[in-house]
């Protein structure tokens, strides 16, 4: 069965320090991949998508279809990235979207 | 048009009750999705609609789940005689010609 994993729960970083979240999946095809992020008391919203590649609010994520893994980087972390952030799979376009467990992220002062 | 909406924000229910579930997409948007979230899980896939037809539905998806989106446009799900172990943050969608999904804020449901 097609499964995202993100093995971390709770990533605790210094501001100003880089940031890796990891994600892998299990799917033999071509899926599209996502990052979705939840900030404190918000709704869950899209960060970024790998067929965009481009980065937002300076994160980036390249798609490793060899490794299949699709890891969310940050160079410079900031406070205000503190956030629940959520790998997703989709198989098809316009389907479902098969989430990861979350990593919480921490940005300490 | 501010986005997906969803009524109620918070439902407490006791055990055995049915319960209904409203969401409002994006206006523009044909593809609607519900997805189920417990505590430190990632969201999980219930059921989805392009227009009016329900086109997937979880193998988990208990029969006491039903989910209608008779025109098209807002969605119901309904649980029917509810359970402790349904009690969870439920979370609707709606997805347009890209592949991107916007969700709502979601209705967070406490079985007693």
């Known amino acids: 069965a097609q499964r995202v994993t993100q093995p971390e729960k709770l990533l605790s970083v210094f501001k100003g320090a880089p940031v890796e979240l990891k994600c892998n999946y299990s799917y033999s095809g071509s899926p599209e991949l996502f990052w979705y992020v939840q900030y404190s008391r918000q709704r869950l919203q899209l960060l970024l998508r790998?067929?965009s590649r481009e980065s937002i609010k300076g994160f980036t994520a390249d798609l490793n279809k060899g490794e299949t893994s699709f890891h969310l980087k940050k160079p410079f972390a900031q406070e205000e990235d503190s956030a629940m952030y959520y790998c997703a799979l989709s198989l098809v376009q316009g389907g479902k979207l098969i989430f990861g467990q979350g990593t919480e992220l921490s940005v300490k002062p | 048009d501010t986005g997906v909406s969803q009524d109620p924000r918070h439902k407490i229910t006791k055990r055995g009750q049915n319960v209904t579930f409203r969401c409002d997409p994006i206006?523009?948007?044909?593809?609607l999705y519900w997805y189920r979230q417990t505590l430190g899980q990632g969201p999980e896939f219930l059921t989805y609609?392009?227009?009016?037809?329900?086109?997937?539905k979880s193998r988990l998806l208990s029969d006491r789940f039903s989910a209608e989106r008779p025109k098209g446009s807002f969605s119901t799900l309904e649980i029917q005689r509810t359970e402790q172990g349904d009690s969870a943050m439920y979370l609707c969608a709606s997805g347009g010609i890209n592949n991107e999904q916007f969700f709502g804020p979601g209705t967070r449901l406490t079985v007693l």
């Open positions: 206006s523009e948007h044909n593809r």
């Open positions: 790998h067929i």
């Open positions: 609609f392009q227009n009016e037809a329900q086109l997937e």
